[in-house]
């Protein structure tokens, strides 16, 4: 009798604990949808798109519209890069559901122009038409400025100016992106100001695209600085006429954008195989809370629950080894990437200061008198500038009492010219030479330390 009882109880307390864990899974389609932003934030990809998913079926079955349209929005959002198509298909479906249950005008204006978005985007890969583009993208800058949503009259005309500019009506662009940047807000004004620079580069306006892209203050954002440095590189070389030169530069630039975006795709390996890891984790610790509740009542059983309690904290150090493991390699490769890039940066610099016709007259006088014009002095340091992140116009604004010979001095000395060949432009001695550098490090600089040279101290700026 007391057998029969030991069973029953025990097995009352497995169909409870088996209703725990059904309601553990269970979850509302927000939850769903809140996971997988959280994922997509992280860069882990697959496993966004998957609950995306999941996110949609749960709102459709709960009839949860707000929802079910805004998770068929940033699941085309993930998809737009690796299927377009897919996007155009998914964000239609965004905006069927929208319209059958519309909520907030905001809303509204976002899904139109993000469906003109991934429209232009089916077009120019397939050459097609943009007039889908534009009806979307127009109907949404109706109702932003019917409503005055300036930030999204700012983000629709940003949009109707990429658009234009797919379709290469470059002065249609260019009025679009105007009137973006007449409306745009703080946070929206480098994409803005983006825009418009592209436009100017297009149309061959060289001194309005430096102008725009230096007024871009990239701040932490790693991948607008590079676009920034990157096209400034190329117009310093459209002016010199280097066009072949500017052909390697794009090419060396796509193939920094490859061990960028292969970088990225390691990283939602590296996030996916972290979420298994941290979904076997939580298995373990429901079962060792399992095994605690069922000591209580089963003695005899005390033995093998602490037995999978030490192999569950043993395969625990396990798995901690080999994440700690993983993360040393993942930490080696982004290093060696980065030296890669490094590399590539510092050749395409060293490229370009090379076939400067400055450097080739100092690089070919030898121990003659060299005599530079005034132009040829702001030639090179305007080069300087657009490949050194304008290293010498942040030392000019730094030190605005700086003399003009000091200025050049230190130019040369960027160049990576000889003592010898700087003396023999200000015709000086060597020695000479060597007291200047030490009298403008001390004087200027305000370095004493005489193992700090004056190189190292312009690396630094």
Do not use: C, K, M
């Given at each position: 009798m007391?057998?029969?009882?030991?069973?029953?109880?025990l097995i009352s307390i497995l169909m409870a604990a088996c209703s725990q864990q059904q309601e553990s899974d269970s979850q509302t389609a927000a939850r769903c949808l809140e996971e997988a932003e959280d994922a997509l934030a992280n860069d882990s990809i697959l496993q966004g798109e998957t609950l995306l998913r999941k996110a949609i079926q749960l709102s459709e079955a709960s009839e949860d519209w707000h929802t079910n349209y805004i998770a068929y929005h940033r699941l085309?959002?993930?998809?737009?890069?690796?299927?377009?198509?897919?996007?155009?298909q998914l964000m239609k479906k965004a905006l069927s559901v929208?319209?059958?249950?519309?909520?907030?005008?905001r809303n509204n204006v976002i899904l139109l122009d993000y469906a003109g978005t991934y429209a232009a985007q089916v077009a120019f890969t397939?050459?097609?038409?943009?007039?889908?583009?534009l009806n979307f993208i127009h109907h949404a800058y109706e109702i932003a400025e019917k409503e005055q949503m300036t930030d999204l009259m700012c983000q629709t005309l940003t949009s109707l100016a990429n658009i234009a500019w797919a379709a290469e009506d470059y002065r249609q662009a260019l009025d679009y992106a105007h009137r973006a940047e007449s409306v745009a807000t703080t946070d929206l004004k480098p994409g803005?100001?983006?825009?418009?620079?592209?436009?100017?580069l297009s149309l061959n306006m060289l001194d309005s695209a430096e102008t725009v892209y230096r007024q871009i203050e990239p701040e932490d954002d790693v991948h607008l600085a590079y676009i920034v440095q990157s096209n400034l590189a190329k117009i310093a070389l459209r002016r010199m006429g280097a066009t072949q030169v500017e052909d390697s530069v794009e090419e060396?630039?796509?193939q920094i954008e490859d061990f960028y975006y292969n970088a990225l795709d390691q990283k939602d390996q590296y996030y996916q195989e972290t979420l298994r890891q941290e979904m076997e984790n939580q298995q373990l610790e429901y079962r060792s809370k399992m095994y605690g509740r069922t000591l209580l009542i089963v003695i005899i059983a005390s033995v093998i629950i602490l037995l999978a309690v030490v192999m569950a904290l043993r395969y625990r150090i396990h798995l901690k080894e080999q994440e700690k493991r993983r993360l040393q390699q993942e930490a080696e490769h982004q290093k060696t990437l980065l030296h890669q890039t490094n590399e590539v940066v510092a050749f395409l610099q060293d490229f370009i200061l090379e076939r400067t016709e400055v450097l080739k007259k100092l690089n070919q006088s030898g121990d003659s008198l060299i005599t530079l014009k005034p132009?040829?002095?702001?030639?090179?340091?305007?080069?300087?500038?657009?490949?050194?992140n304008n290293r010498f116009a942040k030392i000019r604004e730094q030190y605005p009492n700086m003399q003009e010979d000091d200025i050049r001095l230190c130019i040369l000395t960027r160049l990576g010219l000889s003592n010898r060949t700087i003396g023999n432009i200000y015709c000086i001695t060597i020695s000479a030479v060597q007291h200047r550098k030490l009298k403008l490090k001390k004087?200027?600089?305000?370095?004493?330390?005489?193992?700090i040279t004056l190189e190292q101290i312009l690396n630094s700026r």
């Open positions: 007391f057998r029969r009882s030991l069973y029953i109880f085309a959002e993930a998809l737009s890069q690796s299927n377009p198509e897919e996007a155009l929208y319209e059958q249950h519309p909520d907030d005008e397939t050459e097609g038409t943009y007039d889908e583009a803005t100001l983006q825009v418009l620079a592209r436009t100017y060396a630039f796509e132009h040829e002095w702001n030639e090179i340091e305007r080069t300087l500038n657009a490949i050194d004087d200027v600089f305000g370095e004493t330390n005489p193992d």
